[in-house]
C-alpha cells in the first residue's frame, strides 16, 4: 500500500495548483467556488446537488486512489476524512483488497460493509438538528470519532490521526470501550437536555426560553418536525427561537436552527436584528454587547444575566415578530 499524504489548504490557488499536480481534492470549497476532479468530491456550492463525499467515495470509489493516496483538503471533518479514508483504501468494504491479505478470522470484520456509516455521516453533515445520533446507525461510532479526532482538528497531523482513527474504530476490538463510554456520555447529555426543555422550558409566543438550563442542548429543543417541513423551513421546528440561561455561566444563548429559518423569521440578518433591539434597550455598543451571527449568539461577556433577563430577551424577540 503506497504511502498516503494530505494536505490542509485554505488558499484556493495552491488548492489548484495540487489538484494540477494530482492530488486529489475532497471537500475544496471556498465560498462559490470549488476544486474538484473527475470523481467531484464536494456538495457545497454549485454542488450541493449531490450526495455528501463520504457516501460516493464509500460506495462509488472505494480504493480509487490506493495506488496514488496524495490528497488536498480544506478542513477536517468526519465527511471529509472519511471520504479520504475510503479512497485510499483503508476502511472496511465487502471488496476490500488488503482483507485477502489477512487471516480467516480478521477478514470478516475488513470486509464489513459501512455504507450505513456513510448515511449517518451524511445526515449528520447536511442535516444534524434534532437527529438522535445514537438511534442511526454506527451513530455511537461516529461521535466517538468526533471527540477523539473532530474536535478542534485544523493541520495535516491533525489529519492523518482523524484518518487512523476511523481505522481503528471500525476494526480494533479494544476501541469498544471508547464507543460505549462515548455512546452513555452522550445519551447523558441528550436525557438532561430533554429534562431542561421538560423541566425549566416554557414557551411564550415564537420564543421558547429555558431558564437555568444544565448542559448545551439547543438540538433537542428545537423540536425537529419531519413530517411538517423541512430543515431550511421555519415550519420543519417545534421551537425555531431557543433563548437559554445557563446556569453554570449566567449567560444568555441565544439559537436557531440555521439562517434560513432564522432570516424567513426574522427577515436579513435574522438574531442580529435581535441583538441590535438588546442593545438598544440596554445602552450598550454592539462590539460589547449582545452578539453573535444570524443564527446563534449570546450576552454580552463578563455580564451575568439573570431570569428577569431572560424574560427581557422572550418579550424583545416577541415584539419584534409583531412588528413584521
Known amino acids: 500500500m503506497a504511502r498516503i499524504e494530505i494536505v490542509v489548504c485554505k488558499d484556493i490557488n495552491a488548492v489548484r495548483a495540487l489538484a494540477a499536480a494530482g492530488y486529489c481534492p475532497v471537500e475544496c470549497s471556498f465560498g462559490g467556488e470549488t476544486v474538484v476532479d473527475e470523481m467531484q468530491l464536494d456538495h457545497h456550492g454549485k454542488m450541493s446537488h449531490l450526495e455528501s463525499v463520504a457516501i460516493r467515495a464509500y460506495r462509488d470509489f472505494f480504493a480509487a486512489r490506493e495506488a496514488d493516496p496524495r490528497f488536498v483538503i480544506n478542513h477536517i471533518d468526519a465527511d471529509s476524512i472519511f471520504a479520504v479514508a475510503a479512497l485510499a483504501g483503508l476502511l472496511p468494504h465487502p471488496q476490500s483488497a488488503y482483507a485477502a491479505t489477512l487471516p480467516a478470522f480478521l477478514q470478516k470484520t475488513w470486509q464489513q460493509d459501512i455504507l ?19 438511534s442511526m446507525p454506527f451513530g455511537a461510532t461516529l461521535i466517538t470519532w468526533e471527540a477523539l479526532c473532530g474536535a478542534n482538528a485544523t493541520d495535516e497531523l491533525s489529519a492523518y490521526a482523524a484518518v487512523e482513527g476511523w481505522r481503528r474504530l471500525l476494526t480494533q476490538p479494544s476501541t469498544k470501550a471508547f464507543i ?44 425537529r418536525q419531519v413530517d411538517a417541513g423541512m430543515p431550511d423551513e421555519a415550519k420543519g421546528w417545534g421551537n425555531p427561537i431557543v433563548v437559554s440561561l445557563v446556569e453554570a455561566t449566567e449567560v444568555l444563548t441565544f439559537g436557531m436552527p440555521n439562517k434560513a429559518v432564522a432570516e424567513e423569521i426574522f427577515g436579513e440578518g435574522g438574531l442580529t436584528r435581535v441583538f441590535a433591539a438588546l442593545n438598544e434597550l440596554y445602552g450598550l455598543e454592539a462590539g460589547n454587547g449582545f452578539g453573535g451571527r444570524e443564527a446563534i449568539g449570546g450576552s454580552p461577556r463578563g455580564r451575568k444575566m439573570t431570569e428577569a433577563d431572560l424574560n427581557k430577551a422572550v418579550e424583545v424577540i416577541n415584539g419584534l415578530l409583531e412588528q413584521k
Do not use: Q
Open 116 to 134: 450505513p456509516l456513510a448515511e449517518t455521516i451524511a445526515t449528520m453533515d447536511t442535516d444534524p438538528i434534532g437527529r438522535d445520533v445514537l
Open 180 to 223: 460505549a463510554a462515548a455512546e452513555k456520555a452522550e445519551a447523558d447529555r441528550r436525557a438532561a437536555a430533554l429534562a431542561d426543555f421538560n423541566e425549566r422550558g416554557s414557551k411564550t409566543g415564537k420564543a421558547l426560553a429555558i431558564c437555568n438550563s444544565r448542559v448545551f442542548g439547543f438540538a433537542e429543543w428545537y423540536d
